[in-house]
């Protein structure tokens, strides 16, 4: 199966953006949908995002829907979430998640897990 390491998080301004990185090492990463989920203290993790392996096939949450964009590039074993228009209610712990098949929305769906990212995203 494959490992994944994010990169990118960081603090910025309301109204900023970022780029989230998630490399992945291991296996043949195709065969991987792969998804954003994000978390705050005291809450589940939130799904944000997801890609299919192969297919090109994105879906957001509504809350994201138009401001970040996920995409992947399987030749560099690495999945991508830009994040533009960045709000304080965008702050969390950002995790990449994969699991082999078809994409999910469901975070007990996915069984590889990333160390996640810190977002902070001030007033």
């Known amino acids: 199966q494959v490992q994944l390491v994010e990169s990118g998080g960081g603090l910025v301004q309301a109204g900023g953006s970022l780029r989230l990185s998630c490399a992945a090492s291991?296996?043949?990463?195709?065969?991987?949908?792969v998804a954003w989920f994000r978390q705050v203290p005291g809450k589940g993790r939130e799904f944000v995002a997801v890609v299919g392996g192969t297919t090109g096939y994105t879906s957001y949450a509504d809350s994201v829907k138009g401001r970040f964009t996920i995409s992947r590039d399987n030749a560099k074993n690495t999945v991508w979430l830009q994040m533009n228009g960045l709000q304080p209610v965008d702050t969390a712990i950002y995790y990449c998640a994969a699991k082999l098949g078809s994409v999910s929305w469901a975070v007990g769906s996915y069984d590889i897990w990333g160390q996640g990212t810190q977002v902070t995203v001030s007033s």
């Open positions: 291991g296996d043949t990463f195709s065969r991987y949908a």
